[in-house]
């Protein structure tokens, strides 16, 4: 089976935080979020809600956003296999206690619900979308 490139139901980095708004992403550090927009107007919002959204469901399991994401890929089936950046220990080990996580079918309704294509827009902006090989 070819490697294809799936999207968590969580927007890439917005789930680790409850602070994010197009403010703080345009004004993060990385020159690139200036130059490329990688949501398009209105897209941003709604998966910032999305990931507010997600922690409920995420709260009553006694795990993070972040954790529901990963717990929603491992429950996808075998041919996915997560691979979660981070920038500390503490939260490589917060990861690795995800493959404990039990989605039950009403979980997986309730995030099909938020996010019933797994976030709202695409990865990429138009001109930037790679090639994948």
């Not at 602070?19 to 979020?33: D, F, K, L, P």
């Not at 039950?104 to 309730?110: F, G, S, V």
């Not at 797994?118 to 090989?133: D, I, K, L, Q, S």
Request: net charge neutral; hydrophobic share 40%.
């Amino acid at each position: 089976m070819t490697p294809r490139p799936t999207s968590s139901p969580a927007p890439r980095r917005a789930s680790t935080s409850s602070s994010w708004t197009t403010e703080t992403w345009a004004r993060g550090s990385q020159t690139i979020r200036r130059a490329h927009a990688v949501q398009p107007t209105g897209n941003f919002e709604k998966n910032v809600e999305a990931v507010d959204r997600l922690g409920r469901p995420a709260t009553a399991k006694g795990i993070t956003v972040s954790q529901l994401a990963l717990a929603w890929l491992l429950a996808q089936g075998e041919p996915i296999v997560p691979i979660p950046g981070t920038r500390s220990a503490a939260r490589m080990e917060e990861n690795a206690h995800t493959a404990d996580v039990t989605l039950t079918e009403a979980d997986l309704a309730a995030i099909h619900e938020i996010l019933p294509t797994g976030g709202f827009g695409a990865r990429y902006a138009e001109e930037h979308v790679p090639n994948w090989v």
